[in-house]
């Protein structure tokens, strides 16, 4: 039934994955299905099961085709997440609880299916991460499949859509998103779903305007409406008026050609004007985002962050798959670089076994390379992980939150050991594998000049480090105003760091969201930063501001920093030699404005 035609409405969502896009809109699959519950004779039960069982062989079937119709290989690189579909459908918990559920319970498979998505929403609905929080939408379109199954229901043919359309959903899981034929889809918009949902993190990397988190979007939207949708801002506009649809193309003119301007920087090296080299490199959580790393012009992956792999799961990672993943990594990215940093839990995210152990100040806790120094086995299958993969390119292994030189000796003493067993078994790795460690805890920078004679590289976190040193909660917005990046102390400590490298002759990056801000940069390039790692959208941007200055100006910024006393003072000296340097990319600052 079509609803009311909306005109010249406007609803807003999450953007998330920018661009402005005007078209006409294609409903998917837009009704939930109503599910049967009944009560079932005894004798029906094994029926059921079976019933049951056949609706999840065909929702498999269904995977497997899917998978082999991918032509176009930009899509194809996306398929794995139709391989987390497929082992969703093998889940024991998932099969047996549905199928003992029926015969305890004598319901129908609907019912029975309905209750154990019940539980396993519930277990992940406590999960804090918002990244894994959303890998509830797998389960859930995993079991829509299976439903549409046992009740005999169509699944949407997105395959056949003609001409360009943007596809508007309650959800889109993968599997809708891997079918489209990409020269089809001019945007997505759906009623849910985060920044870090499936559709955002592909829209995203397949560079496809997108908004979520619109509630009610496919109440108000009818097929063949034609809609604006901003990927940036989060706005979608109904059948917008003429005027309205102008307004928005000039919008869109105006970021393509900045855009443009900046992208053209992507491709450039990032050198400064006095012939200075830096490594501009990208932070990614998966594979996949290699092809968006590589477009913004990435020279690597300066910071493989390896939580995902062992957060959305009741088991741990195999050694197995830890190699498949960073072999892919290692291949994709050839031949640069990826720094693969061991596993980083506990803080603001828990492993689900492995609960916050009371403790009361979990940031202060059992995080990162503590948990794995006292769960020795989950460190030792990673480390063969990585060590086997750096067989197939270019690895280096970064250790996280080190704050002493016996953590990092220890780590190291275990990475050899791991070394050795794989060298009696004959299985090959890179030998001369380098090790740095991650400077985010005051004791450690303080101290790098010790750990300098340790490790390989430095690689600065920011995030951390000024959480820690100006003791400011990274993630708690009543002190965020104290979160200041060019703190007098923070400055202090770079140089510190930098100094203690430089003797040592080891490169020292920065995987802080610090390094994304083109500003900072030059700060940090002033202060000696070798290597720069941030997310890859930022990379073109900072590649501009780097290639437009000289090395000895930053130099000499950075001197006239070192005579302030307050962040504020720092940020508007800062801000306002931007504005001097590149007069149309930044608004002179008022420093009575910054400490209001
Ligand atoms: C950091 O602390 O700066 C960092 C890059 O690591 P994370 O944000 O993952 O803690
Ligand atoms: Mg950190």
Redesign the pocket.
């Known amino acids: 039934m079509a609803v009311q035609q909306q005109v010249n409405r406007f609803i807003r969502g999450i953007g998330a994955s920018p661009g402005i896009i005007i078209g006409k809109a294609y409903l998917v699959e837009r009704f939930k299905v109503r599910l049967p519950e009944k009560q079932i004779e005894p004798g029906q039960v094994e029926e059921e099961v079976k019933r049951f069982l056949n609706a999840i062989q065909e929702s498999r079937n269904q995977l497997t085709e899917i998978k082999e119709k991918i032509l176009d290989p930009q899509v194809r690189q996306h398929s794995f997440i139709l391989d987390v579909h497929s082992m969703i459908l093998d889940d024991e918990m998932l099969l047996q609880d549905t199928v003992d559920t029926i015969r305890k319970k004598k319901v129908n498979a609907e019912w029975a299916l309905d209750l154990t998505l019940e539980k396993l929403d519930t277990a992940f609905k406590a999960i804090e991460d918002e990244y894994l929080r959303e890998r509830r939408s797998d389960l859930h379109h995993v079991s829509a499949r299976i439903f549409r199954n046992l009740l005999g229901k169509k699944h949407d043919d997105i395959t056949q859509i003609k001409g360009k359309v943007i596809i508007v959903a309650h959800d889109l899981s993968p599997a809708d998103t891997l079918q489209m034929t990409l020269k089809h889809v001019a945007g997505f918009i759906t009623d849910i779903g985060g920044k870090v949902s499936h559709t955002a993190i592909l829209s995203r990397s397949l560079g496809i305007p997108a908004v979520v988190g619109l509630e009610v979007a496919t109440s108000l939207i009818n097929g063949g409406d034609l809609l604006i949708i901003d990927g940036e801002t989060g706005e979608v506009v109904i059948n917008p008026m003429e005027e309205v649809s102008q307004s928005f193309l000039e919008r869109k003119r105006r970021t393509k050609s900045i855009e443009r301007e900046v992208l053209k920087y992507a491709s450039l090296p990032a050198e400064t004007r006095d012939g200075v080299r830096v490594r501009l490199q990208a ?1 990614i959580e998966m594979v996949d985002e290699i092809s968006s790393a590589k477009m913004h012009g990435a020279e690597g992956i300066g ?1 493989y ?1 390896t939580e995902i792999l062992y957060l959305n799961r009741k088991d741990l990672p195999t050694e197995e798959e830890h190699f498949q993943i960073y072999r892919r990594l290692a291949e994709n990215i050839f031949p640069a670089t990826a720094t693969i940093r061991t596993l ?1 839990v506990g803080g603001d995210k828990f492993l689900p076994d492995y609960s916050k152990n009371n403790e009361m100040n979990p940031a202060l806790g059992l995080r990162a390379i503590r948990f794995s120094m006292k769960e020795a086995d989950i460190f030792r299958t990673q480390l063969r992980g990585i060590l086997r993969a750096s067989a197939h390119g270019k690895l280096r292994i970064l250790f ?1 939150m080190i704050s002493g030189i016996e953590e990092i000796r220890q780590a190291k003493a275990m990475l050899e050991e791991e070394k050795r067993s794989l060298l009696k078994g004959k299985i090959p790795f890179d030998q001369g594998i380098e090790v740095g460690a991650m400077i ?1 805890i005051p004791s450690a920078s303080i101290t790098a000049d010790l750990l300098a004679r340790e490790v390989n590289f430095f690689s600065i ?5 000024i959480q820690y040193a100006l003791a400011v909660d990274r993630i708690n917005e009543h002190v965020s105003y104290l979160y200041e990046p060019l703190h007098p102390a923070i400055l202090r400590i770079i140089r510190g760091v930098v100094q203690s490298a430089n003797q040592h002759g080891i490169p020292v990056a920065i ?2 969201e610090m390094a994304a801000e083109p500003a900072y940069a030059l700060v940090l390039l002033g202060l000696g930063l070798d290597e720069f790692s941030m997310n890859p959208v930022s990379i073109p941007k900072v590649k501009k501001v780097l290639r437009m200055a000289r090395f000895e100006e930053t130099r000499s910024l950075v001197v006239q920093l070192f005579q302030f006393a307050t962040a504020s003072e720092i940020e508007c000296f800062v801000r306002n030699w931007m504005v001097k340097r590149f007069p149309e990319d930044f608004i002179q600052c008022d420093i009575e404005e910054l400490e209001a």
Not at 461 to 465: C, Q, S, Y
């Open positions: 932070n910071l962050r980083d996280p985010e976190g920011t995030n951390d480090l995987c802080g």
